[in-house]
């Protein structure tokens, strides 16, 4: 295997062990808790998701926020955006995001806060995260601009927080390179099977768009009469995860092979800390299987 498919693979595969580590932030209580101090609604996740993870571009507007996450229907953006920054502005959001995340891994981790495991694996994630290239990434080189927080626990949910908008940043490139608007991105997903459509219904497309986005791929060949993938986009599909792959693979190719696999090792507890809390979906708009006990 050359060098340049191993990083490539790596990539997928700590993101895969990574992204659950980071993820229950979206669900987990403390964080909807911290959400309504600050002042936003709190009885969906919505109104603060999209302050709490824009706010590393200071207080955009709707448009910036809509070309930076993609796969949302521009006019929900704008819905929960164009208020967001009336209720608390950037700093406080970036203030109040790291208490949440505090408070959430204190009650998800426990015993393992301050262990020398979860120390060494936030060290290996900031190595990392500070090795990646962020020109051209938005969302990613707002994060990386942003001051490292000294406990451990905090750093790593932020190291893990620049590497998966480093990804997805150029997850949303390659989707721009193969003609792929919001849209048509998860209807295509949902195509290949990656995840029902109904789960992309919180992203409130309308049914109209999702059925001229359903037309324009059939156009395209991307889609047959009953909607199905055909092979055309399938292959397609297939192309944009491996170049997405491809771009995530800087930041593992600086950390290198042994410290990769340590860092893999270290992450376990925590892993599985996450994937037993309860917290995250069966089924996601990120296609990462979720199981009540992890399987190596």
């Avoid at 993820?23 to 996740?45: H, I, K, M, N």
């Avoid at 393992?112 to 962020?134: F, I, K, N, W, Y």
């Avoid at 995860?241 to 290198?256: F, I, K, N, V, Y």
């Avoid at 800390?273 to 979906?281: I, N, Y």
Wanted: proline share 6%; glycine share 8%.
């Amino acid at each position: 295997m050359s060098d340049d498919v191993y990083y490539w693979q790596a990539a997928r595969r700590v993101w895969h062990q990574l992204e659950p580590v980071y993820a229950p932030f979206f669900y987990a209580p403390e964080v909807f808790a911290e959400a309504a101090r600050l002042g936003y609604a709190a009885d969906t996740r919505w109104p603060w998701y999209f302050p709490f993870r824009a706010a590393p571009l200071g207080e955009a507007g709707p448009r910036q926020v809509t070309a930076a996450f993609y796969s949302f229907s521009p006019a929900m953006v704008a819905r929960h955006i164009g208020p967001a920054w009336t209720v608390a502005d950037a700093g406080q959001v970036l203030e109040g995001r790291l208490r949440a995340v505090d408070s959430m891994y204190r009650t998800l981790l426990g015993d393992q806060l301050g262990s020398p495991e979860l120390a060494e694996a936030a060290a290996l994630v900031r190595r990392a995260a500070e090795a990646a290239d962020t020109v051209g990434r938005p969302l990613a080189s707002a994060t990386a601009d942003l001051p490292w927080p000294d406990e451990p626990h905090l750093a790593l949910w932020q190291g893990i927080s620049l590497l998966r908008e480093h990804r997805g940043d150029g997850h949303v490139a390659a989707l721009v390179t193969h003609g792929l608007d919001g849209c048509e991105a998860l209807v295509s997903f949902a195509a290949i099977g990656a995840a029902p459509a109904e789960t992309f219904a919180s992203r409130e497309w309308t049914d109209e768009e999702w059925a001229a986005a359903t037309d324009r791929l059939r156009s395209r060949g991307w889609l047959d009469a009953d909607g199905n993938a055909t092979d055309t986009c399938r292959e397609a599909r297939d192309l944009i995860e491996r170049q997405t792959d491809q771009l995530a693979s800087g930041p593992w190719r600086a950390l290198g092979e042994k410290s990769i696999d340590r860092l893999l090792e270290v992450n376990v507890p925590l892993l599985t800390a996450a994937l037993l809390s309860g917290l995250l979906p069966s089924t996601n708009t990120l296609g990462i299987a979720n199981v009540q006990a992890p399987v190596w």
